[in-house]
């Protein structure tokens, strides 16, 4: 069975601070990909990532990073110097290559000012 | 401009009144999906269409249709609603899977069955 976690409900910290979202994922095949998706407060949901499973290389996008890691089936994400229109639901989310598409429960995130 | 529509945006009923949510698409995308989102639940895909004429079931289809019956188009049919129905839902469609799957998504409707 596929599933993806995240543990953390919701996160809040303090602008500037740094903040890693966990998402770690279950699944048997040897093809998939993960994505992370972001929902604002105004409700959208816009595409921050892609990674196949074939490529575990960190990538890094201006103050967003992402470490993925076959070993622990984690593919964690990391605001660096967080700010407050970083605030949003963080959803996780596993596609093995199927058509089917499996998300994580979200992880609220509030920045405060 | 490339975007997913869906109809209504909001949406108040009573429970057992048929309706249709409309989704529509101008990116030419092969694949569409309908999801659910739920207050500690996230999104939970309901059907998916691959190509026209060709759907499956998601994690949670009971109670919902859908057809595909022109590329662009997918909408989302509560033959019977219920109280339980109550969510907020989305559409979203990405190119063939071959390509790329990362996936659009539509504004969102949120439907409330009293």
């Known amino acids: 069975a596929q599933k993806v976690t995240q543990a953390q409900t919701e996160i809040s910290v303090v602008e500037k601070e740094d903040v890693t979202l966990d998402c770690v994922y279950e699944?048997?095949?040897?093809?998939?990909?993960l994505f992370w998706y972001k929902q604002p407060p105004s409700g959208e949901l816009v595409f921050l990532i892609r990674?196949?499973?074939?490529?575990?290389q960190n990538e890094i996008s201006g103050r967003y990073s992402w470490n993925f890691q076959k070993s622990t089936s984690s593919f964690n994400f990391t605001i660096t110097a967080s700010q407050v229109v970083d605030s949003a639901v963080y959803f996780c989310a596993l596609n093995s290559g199927t058509y089917k598409y499996i998300f994580g429960t979200g992880t609220r995130l509030k920045v405060l000012a | 401009e490339a975007q997913v529509t869906q109809n209504p945006r909001y949406l108040i009923t009573v429970t057992g009144k048929k309706l249709t949510v409309t989704c529509s698409q101008n990116?030419?995308?092969?694949?569409m999906s309908w999801y659910r989102q739920d207050p500690g639940l996230g999104l939970r895909q309901i059907y998916y269409?691959?190509?026209?004429?060709?759907?499956d079931k998601g994690d949670v289809p009971e109670g919902y249709k859908v057809s595909r019956k022109e590329k662009r188009n997918f909408p989302l049919i509560l033959e019977s609603p219920s109280p339980n129905q109550t969510s907020l839902y989305f559409c979203?469609?990405?190119?063939?899977?071959?390509?790329?799957?990362?996936?659009?998504f539509g504004p969102g409707t949120r439907l409330t069955v009293l």
């Open positions: 979203a469609s990405s190119p063939r899977l071959a390509e790329s799957n990362e996936q659009f």
């Open positions: 269409s691959m190509n026209v004429e060709v759907t």
């Open positions: 699944t048997r095949d040897t093809t998939y990909y």
């Open positions: 990674r196949n499973s074939f490529d575990e």
């Open positions: 990116m030419n995308h092969e694949y």
